[in-house]
């Protein structure tokens, strides 16, 4: 049973900085693309970050130069560094794969969630 956890949210000040990590249980984050959402109180979930199997990147403009994307040290772990946040970061982040091999996840089309951590950033 595919099983994604995240791990390393938690609170700190305007221009702080957290790693997030993701880790898969029964599924390969090497051969997949695995994405980072964030969902803030009474906003819709969007999408952050992904990595590709063949290690590239995309990031939504608001975090471009802020946050980093990339694979961790320990097998099937996807890391999501995050810079200089600031409070409009807040919010619940989730990792994200899909069953379809390549398929780099959406809201729709993710079929595999993490519970999610929050991060919250105070000014």
């Known amino acids: 049973q595919v099983r994604l956890v995240e791990s390393g949210g938690g609170s700190v000040q305007d221009g702080g900085s957290l790693r997030l990590s993701c880790s898969a249980s029964?599924?390969?984050?090497?051969?997949?693309?695995i994405a980072w959402f964030r969902q803030a109180p009474g906003k819709e979930r969007e999408r952050v970050a992904f990595i590709g199997p063949h290690d590239g990147t995309s990031y939504t403009d608001s975090v471009k130069g802020r946050f980093a994307i990339s694979r961790g040290a320990r097998k099937n772990t996807i890391n999501l560094q995050m810079n200089n946040l600031t409070p409009n970061d807040t919010a619940i982040y989730f990792c994200?794969?899909?069953?379809?091999?390549?398929?780099?996840?959406?809201?729709?089309?993710?079929?595999?969630w993490g519970e999610g951590t929050q991060v919250t950033v105070s000014s």
């Open positions: 994200a794969g899909a069953r379809t091999p390549f398929t780099c996840p959406t809201t729709t089309t993710a079929n595999y």
């Open positions: 029964e599924y390969s984050t090497k051969d997949n693309c």
